[in-house]
């Protein structure tokens, strides 16, 4: 599984979203610009010491993660979106793509994909989860789903802490 991070702007939220992939197995993406520096003290701090757990991918723009990842299906996250995450049958290839803070998924992307746009309901008036929030939302239901295959193949088993 894949979480791509188009143009992320705040370090403590991308540092969260690896400590997740590195506890998950699950391969980041993070598509440029950033809007910080990756060797940033509260990236580095919210990842803590996973760093060496996760394996980031960087990339210039979308259209090279998707040239890249052909014959995947990508489902992209937006509070525009109608079709609620909970309605995708997840495989384990997956590519689960979400905006930058400030604007989320830019809209011509959105427009192309809107077959596979999603969204986590919320109630009438609230704008959105903090991005690290929905990452982990969606991501940990795409386990569930697949019976967190991820945890098993990486870690030798399902790791319950009591």
């Known amino acids: 599984m894949h979480i791509v991070l188009i143009e992320p702007e705040?370090?403590?939220?991308?540092?969260?979203?690896?400590?997740l992939c590195a506890g998950t197995g699950i391969d980041l993406h993070l598509v440029?610009?950033?809007g910080f520096s990756t060797d940033d003290k509260h990236l580095k701090r919210a990842?803590?010491?996973?760093?060496?757990?996760?394996?980031?991918?960087?990339?210039?723009?979308?259209q090279e993660v998707q040239e890249a990842y052909q014959g995947h299906n990508f489902y992209f996250c937006s509070t525009k979106a109608a079709q609620p995450y909970t309605d995708i049958a997840f495989?384990?290839?997956?590519?689960?793509?979400?905006g930058k803070e400030s604007a989320g998924i830019p809209?011509?992307?959105?427009?192309?994909?809107?077959?596979?746009?999603?969204?986590?309901?919320?109630?009438?008036?609230?704008r959105s989860l903090n991005l690290s929030n929905a990452v982990a939302v969606v991501a940990?239901?795409?386990?569930?789903?697949?019976?967190?295959?991820?945890?098993?193949e990486i870690g030798g088993g399902l790791r319950m802490d009591k």
């Open 10 to 19: 705040i370090p403590g939220n991308t540092g969260n979203i690896a400590r």
């Open 32 to 34: 440029r610009p950033l």
């Open 47 to 62: 990842g803590l010491d996973y760093w060496h757990l996760v394996k980031v991918h960087y990339h210039d723009s979308f």
């Open 91 to 98: 495989q384990k290839d997956d590519m689960l793509v979400f």
């Open 107 to 126: 809209e011509p992307i959105l427009k192309a994909h809107w077959d596979h746009t999603i969204r986590i309901p919320m109630r009438e008036g609230a």
């Open 140 to 152: 940990y239901e795409a386990l569930r789903q697949l019976d967190f295959y991820h945890l098993k």
